[in-house]
């Protein structure tokens, strides 16, 4: 009998020998050496993982723990805070920031009036407070937290138990469809091996939402940090980091102004005009328990 692959998303069993798979390098510095296999449902078309590592090892590199509050920051979070705003969010809601890392959008929010705003993170011992898992908050926010569950469907019927009836659930995760795995070194900053476990497909996240009886309000095709203020877009933070070793950590230090100015028609390019040409890796979800 053919050996299959069970799609932990949609339950499909995919023949191992027919699945779409391709080997992929980190783009965090410390494992940039490293090779990781990625393999697509060809059912639901997601992506995962393949096989078993140390996270906890790769996490104690991440580079993202370096992050620092600044003005670029601030400008990012800004256009976040907007989106959830179209939605309702007011001074007087509770939010829970599901996953906020170092709690840094927590402190912007609160900055800005956002009294109630509380973050949760299970890796983060200042944040891990269970006592922030034992009530329902009108906006729950989880951006960049999906993909790197184990469970995600698990996940989401934890967020659907923590926002109230009518309250928002707003997801920032891949977009599995948006993917070529026949260049996978293209999508090295999207795949983000292997801290992303499994990438939805927009087909498997609607249906997953269906099962937890959400509703689709908004969807923003590109993530927060794509913004129109110069070189503060997606296209621009690729070129950036591809002019070093093409890892995240490049874009966590110092801006290495001399490298821009080496490559300044298409430093200047990107910089100014990159968010029009996104490739939408990245989408928001925001929806509306009922």
């Known amino acids: 009998?053919?050996?299959?692959?069970?799609?932990?998303?949609?339950?499909?069993?995919?023949?191992?020998?027919?699945?779409?798979?391709?080997?992929?390098?980190?783009?965090?510095?410390?494992?940039?050496?490293?090779?990781?296999?990625?393999?697509?449902?060809?059912s639901c078309r997601s992506i995962h993982a393949a096989g078993n590592v140390d996270l906890a090892a790769h996490y104690a590199a991440?580079?993202?723990?370096?992050?620092?509050?600044?003005?670029?920051?601030?400008?990012?979070?800004?256009?976040?805070?907007?989106?959830?705003?179209?939605?309702?969010?007011?001074?007087d809601s509770t939010i829970l920031d599901y996953g906020c890392g170092s709690g840094a959008f927590v402190e912007f929010l609160r900055d800005r009036g956002?009294?109630?705003?509380?973050?949760y993170d299970e890796y983060n011992e200042d944040m891990a407070k269970p006592v922030r898992l034992r009530t329902r908050y009108d906006f729950v926010v989880a951006q960049d937290v999906l993909e790197h569950a184990e469970a995600p469907l698990e996940l989401m019927q934890r967020l659907n138990?923590?926002?109230?009836?009518?309250?928002?659930?707003?997801?920032?995760?891949?977009?599995?469809?948006?993917?070529?795995?026949?260049?996978?070194?293209?999508?090295?900053?999207?795949?983000?091996?292997?801290?992303?476990?499994?990438?939805?497909?927009?087909f498997a996240l609607e249906l997953a939402a269906t099962a937890q009886r959400w509703t689709l309000e908004r969807r923003y095709s590109t993530m927060y940090t794509n913004t129109f203020v110069p070189f503060l877009n997606e296209t621009f933070y690729r070129f950036y980091a591809g002019l070093f070793d093409d890892t995240l950590d490049?874009?966590?230090?110092?801006?290495?102004?001399?490298?821009?100015?080496?490559?300044?028609?298409?430093?200047?390019?990107?910089?100014?005009?990159?968010?029009?040409?996104?490739?939408?890796?990245?989408?928001?979800?925001?929806?509306?328990?009922?």
């Open 114 to 119: 956002f009294a109630a705003a509380v973050g």
């Open 1 to 42: 009998m053919m050996e299959r692959q069970l799609c932990p998303l949609c339950g499909a069993h995919c023949p191992t020998g027919a699945v779409e798979s391709a080997r992929v390098r980190s783009n965090v510095r410390a494992f940039r050496e490293s090779e990781y296999r990625v393999w697509r449902c060809s």
């Open 161 to 202: 138990e923590l926002v109230r009836p009518g309250g928002i659930i707003a997801l920032g995760t891949p977009d599995a469809d948006s993917i070529d795995l026949a260049r996978p070194s293209d999508f090295i900053h999207t795949l983000h091996a292997p801290y992303h476990r499994h990438i939805f497909s927009r």
């Open 62 to 91: 991440y580079p993202f723990h370096l992050l620092s509050r600044d003005v670029r920051l601030s400008i990012v979070y800004g256009k976040l805070l907007r989106r959830l705003r179209r939605s309702g969010l007011h001074r």
């Open 250 to 290: 490049a874009l966590f230090g110092p801006v290495d102004v001399r490298a821009l100015l080496r490559h300044l028609p298409r430093a200047l390019w990107t910089g100014l005009f990159g968010a029009f040409s996104s490739r939408q890796t990245d989408p928001m979800f925001v929806f509306r328990r009922s």
